[in-house]
C-alpha cells in the first residue's frame, strides 16, 4: 500500500492523542513527525504528552519536535478546565524516556516538507503559530506541502471558545489569518462537523474488554473530557475533533465538502477569531479552501472506535 506521509502539528491534549492513536493505527498513513506547541496544555507540557502518546502505542521512533510556548500576539490562553493540568485529562502517561529533536518545531516542518516536495501533508489540529511562522520563514513551503488538513473554526457553528470564536483559532487568531490567507491546499475541519463526533461512554466501554495500555489511556483520559461537555456543553460523550481531522487523511469520504472564501477576524472585538465563510461571494475574492460542513459522524467513531481496538490488540499488557 502507498503510505500517505503525514506530519502532525498538536497541542495534546485529549483529542489530539486520540487523533496520534487513530494515525498510528491507520496503515494508510506514516507519521513522519510530530511537531507540538502551546494551547490546550503550555507546549512543555504538549511535548511530554506526546513523547508519553508515542512511547505509549510504541512509536518512539517518530521524531517530535518542540514549538512556541506562546500565540503571535495575543496573551496566552490554555484549556486546563477541558483536558485537565496536565493536559490528557484523568490519564497517566509514564515519564517518557525518548527525547525530542534538538530543532525548533518551525525549521523541523520546513526541513522536513522541502525535503519531500509535494509528499507530505500536514495535520494541524492545535493554534497556528507553529506552522505561520514556518511559512514566513519559508515561503516556499507553500506549494511544497501536498496538502494542509486544519482542525479550526466554527462557520455556520457557535464558538466553543469565545459565542462566535473555535479554541485553536480564537488561541491565536494572528497566526490562523496567516495561514488561511497563505495560498496553501487547505481543507478546514471546523465545530460544523466536528461537534457531531461524540465520542460515548458505551463507545469507551466497548473498548475495555482489551487487555492493554491503550484503552486504559483512552478511558481515563475521556473521563475528564466527558465530565466537562456534560458541565459547560450538556453532552453525553466527548466531542473528539482532532480525530476527525485526522480521519480525513484517509477516509475523505466521511465527510462532505465546499470551496470557500474563508476570513479570520483579527480587528479586536467581540468577534475576535470568528471564522466566516462567503457564502453568496460578496467579497469577489477566490476560495482560499475547502471546508468540511457535512459528515458521516456515526460512520467516523465507529472506524474510530474498530481501529483504536486493533492497535489496543496489537499492544497487550
Ligand atoms: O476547538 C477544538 C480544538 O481545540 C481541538 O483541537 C482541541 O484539541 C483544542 O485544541
Ligand atoms: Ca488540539
Do not use: W
Request: charged residues 20%.
Amino acid at each position: 500500500m502507498n503510505q500517505k506521509r503525514i506530519l502532525f502539528d498538536t497541542d495534546p491534549g485529549i483529542d489530539d492523542s486520540l487523533a496520534i492513536l487513530l494515525a498510528l493505527a491507520s496503515p494508510e498513513l506514516k507519521v513522519e513527525g510530530v511537531s507540538v506547541v502551546h494551547g490546550n496544555c503550555s507546549v512543555d507540557q504538549a511535548l511530554t504528552n506526546a513523547l508519553g502518546v508515542l512511547e505509549l502505542a510504541q512509536a518512539s521512533h517518530i521524531p517530535v519536535a518542540r514549538g512556541f510556548e506562546l500565540p503571535l500576539v495575543q496573551p496566552s490562553l490554555l484549556a486546563p478546565e477541558t483536558h485537565g493540568e496536565g493536559g490528557v485529562g484523568y490519564a497517566k502517561l509514564r515519564t517518557p524516556k525518548t527525547k525530542p529533536v534538538a530543532q525548533h518545531s518551525v525549521d523541523f516542518l520546513i526541513e522536513r516538507i522541502m525535503s519531500a516536495p509535494g509528499e507530505i501533508t500536514l495535520v494541524c489540529i492545535g493554534p497556528l503559530t507553529n506552522v505561520a511562522v514556518a511559512i514566513r520563514k519559508e515561503p516556499r513551503l507553500i506549494k511544497a506541502v501536498k496538502e494542509v488538513v486544519i482542525m479550526g473554526g466554527a462557520i455556520r457553528h457557535e464558538g466553543n471558545t469565545t459565542p462566535l470564536a473555535e479554541f485553536n483559532v480564537y488561541v491565536d487568531p494572528h497566526a490562523s489569518h496567516m495561514v488561511y490567507h497563505s495560498g496553501m491546499p487547505i481543507t478546514l475541519v471546523p465545530l460544523d462537523v466536528t461537534y457531531h463526533c461524540i465520542l460515548t461512554p458505551d463507545d469507551v466501554q466497548h473498548l475495555q474488554k482489551i487487555k492493554s495500555p491503550i484503552p486504559t489511556f483512552v478511558a481515563d483520559a475521556t473521563r475528564f473530557y466527558m465530565e466537562f461537555h456534560d458541565e459547560y456543553q450538556q453532552i453525553k460523550g466527548c466531542i473528539i475533533n482532532d480525530a476527525l481531522a485526522l480521519a480525513l487523511t484517509f477516509a475523505p469520504e466521511l465527510c462532505d465538502y465546499e470551496d470557500h472564501y474563508v476570513e479570520v477576524d483579527i480587528t479586536g472585538g467581540v468577534s475576535m477569531g470568528k471564522t466566516m465563510a462567503d457564502f453568496y461571494k460578496l467579497t469577489k475574492q477566490p476560495a482560499n479552501m475547502k471546508v468540511a460542513l457535512g459528515v458521516r459522524a456515526r460512520d467516523f467513531i465507529e472506524l474510530f472506535v474498530e481501529r483504536v481496538e486493533k492497535l489496543s490488540e496489537s499492544i497487550p499488557g
